[in-house]
């Protein structure tokens, strides 16, 4: 299963851009690249999944380069209530592989 | 999306009694269930696939004969920790994929917190 490389920690103001950047050298041809969040006490929550290009949805967008070797999570005008964590996962996205979690990105929106 | 559910969400319990924890698909069927464990400001950590009608397959260093996976139905996986000691205290969460699908997301149930006194 591809590793992954992400910041430890990351600040932000309230109504900024946040790009958190991944990276995943040893990606799989079938692997998908996926962000979860995770608040405090809770599960982790989908945020948004891709395999190459760009990708867009209602929370967020993420930036594939053509190797593939990396992603970029983009949070448009963070808020408070985005202090989280961030995981990047990589690696397929059916059977019964799991997803295997790395350290993550620890947010803090600052007001 | 899909929704997973875990019961309970806290439990605490006396050194040396077991816990069961249940995982349930809502409205979708997984053969396969994943069981993960996480300390305080740590990350989620595998602990075994669990496989509908089958042994669950355990990740090197969870003791099997500690933590009992049951796999009964396409929507119930069950994790017991068995003679629970203040270590095994942990954030025990459950994660299952809709294999009715090609390819879709990993879905991670709300959690259960595990405190052993």
């Known amino acids: 299963l591809a590793k992954t490389t992400q910041p430890i920690s990351m600040d932000s103001y309230e109504g900024q851009e946040v790009n958190i950047t991944c990276s995943h050298n040893n990606i799989a041809t079938n692997d998908y690249i996926t962000w979860y969040q995770q608040f405090p006490s809770q599960g982790p929550r989908f945020i948004i999944q891709g395999y190459k290009t760009k990708v867009t949805n209602e929370v967020a967008s993420l930036f594939i380069p053509a190797d593939r070797k990396s992603s970029t999570l983009s949070l448009p005008r963070v808020s408070l209530s985005d202090t989280a964590v961030y995981y990047c996962?990589?690696?397929?996205?059916?059977?019964?592989?799991?997803?295997?979690f790395g350290k993550g990105t620890r947010l803090s929106v600052i007001a | 999306g899909a929704v997973v559910s875990q019961h309970p969400s806290r439990v605490i319990c006396k050194s040396g009694t077991s816990v069961k924890i249940e995982c349930r698909s809502l409205?979708?069927?997984?053969?396969?269930m994943f069981w993960y464990r996480q300390f305080p400001k740590q990350s989620l950590m595998l602990m075994a696939t669990s496989n509908e009608g089958s042994k669950a397959t355990y990740e090197q260093g969870v003791e099997k004969d500690k933590f009992l996976i049951n796999h009964a139905s396409l929507t119930l996986s069950t994790l017991t920790v068995t003679s629970a000691h203040p270590e095994d205290s942990s954030f025990y969460i459950c994660?299952?994929?809709?294999?009715?699908?090609?390819?879709?997301?990993?879905?991670f149930g709300p959690g259960t917190r595990l405190t052993v006194t």
């Open positions: 994660s299952a994929r809709d294999m009715g699908q090609g390819t879709t997301e990993q879905y």
């Open positions: 996962l990589v690696g397929p996205t059916a059977g019964n592989t799991p997803l295997v």
């Open positions: 409205d979708f069927q997984a053969t396969t």
